[in-house]
C-alpha cells in the first residue's frame, strides 16, 4: 500500500469512528513548542499542577513516546450538547461533564483505529492519547490543519467552533501531512474581556493557568483563594466562558454520541439540589463521569465556594 493509500485509508477509518476532523503531521522535535512551555513553566502559570514539569522531552519529542514515530494522528471528536442546564441560576458543570468520561470512550475508538490499521496495514508501532499522557495536543492540532489556536488558547474549527476532544496516534507508519491553517481571530477579544478572573493575557494566546476557574475546580486539591470569591459565575466544575462567548461557536452542531448524554436527572437539578447534595446523589449522577475526578468532596468544596 503507497503513501497516498495508506493516509486515505487512515482519515476514512477516522470518519467511520465517528471523529468530526482528521489532520495529519510530520512527528518530530517542536522546537519552537518547547520553547513556550519552557517559558510558561517558568512563569508558573501551571499554579500547582506539578505533573506539568515532568517528562519534558517526551512532551516535545514524540520520538520519545513511540520509537521510530513518523506521523501524529489528530483527531477531533464532537461533544456540543443538544440540551444544557435548565435553572440559569444553579452551579454550572462545564458542558465537557455532562455525560461519560471521554477517556473512555474515546480511548476504546482510537484502540479500534489502531487495529483496522494493522490488520489494513501490517505490522505498525503506535500509541493512542486522549488527554491522559505528555502530548501537547492543540500544538499537534494545529501543526496538523484541523483549527488554529484561538486567544482562549484553545483549539478552533473554522466549520465548528472548539467544543471538541482533542486525540492522538503516534506511529511509526509514514503518511501524507496537512499544513496548519489560517489563525481567524482577528481583532476579535470577546474571550479576553469575558474571563472573569483575567486567566487570559490581555493581547492573548497565552492562559495563566494558575488563574482559570477550570484550574481552581478540578486541579486545585487545596483551599480557593478568597480572592477569587464572587468571580466564579456560579461555574463549580470547569468552565465554558471563553468558548461560549467565542463567535466561532455559533457553528457548534451538537453531538452524536450516546454516550455523552447527562444522566437524566443532571440538567434538571436546581440550585438547592446542588446544595444539598449527598455522596448517594453524586454517585449515581456521576456514576461514570469526569467529574469524579474532584470527588464528591471536590464539588461540595466548589459549590460552597459559590455561595455569597
Known sequence: MNIQSRTKLVKETAYKLGFEFVGIAKAEKMEEESRNLEEWLKNGMHGKMQYMENHFEKRTDPTKLVEGAKSVITLL????????????????????????????????????????????????????????????????????GVGWIGKNTLLIHPKQGSF???????????LEVDGPIKDYCGRCTRCIDACPTEAISPEGYILDGSKCI?????????SIPESYKGKFEDWMFGCDICQDVCPWNRFSKKHNEPEFDPHPDLLKMKKEDWEEMTKEVFQKIFKKSAVKRTKFEGLKRNIDFLKK
Open 214 to 222: 477550570s484550574y481552581f475546580t478540578i486541579e486545585l486539591k487545596e
Open 77 to 144: 471528536y464532537n461533544y456540543f450538547p443538544a440540551e444544557q442546564q435548565d435553572d440559569s441560576t444553579t452551579p454550572k458543570l462545564a458542558k465537557y461533564a455532562y455525560g461519560k468520561d471521554y477517556h473512555f470512550v474515546i480511548k476504546n475508538k482510537l484502540k479500534t483505529f489502531l487495529e483496522v490499521i494493522r490488520t489494513e496495514i501490517g505490522e505498525v508501532d503506535g500509541r493512542c492519547f486522549v488527554d491522559s499522557a505528555p502530548v501537547l495536543e492543540r500544538d499537534w492540532a494545529k501543526r496538523s
Open 164 to 174: 471538541f476532544f482533542l486525540a492522538e496516534l503516534i506511529i511509526d507508519l509514514e
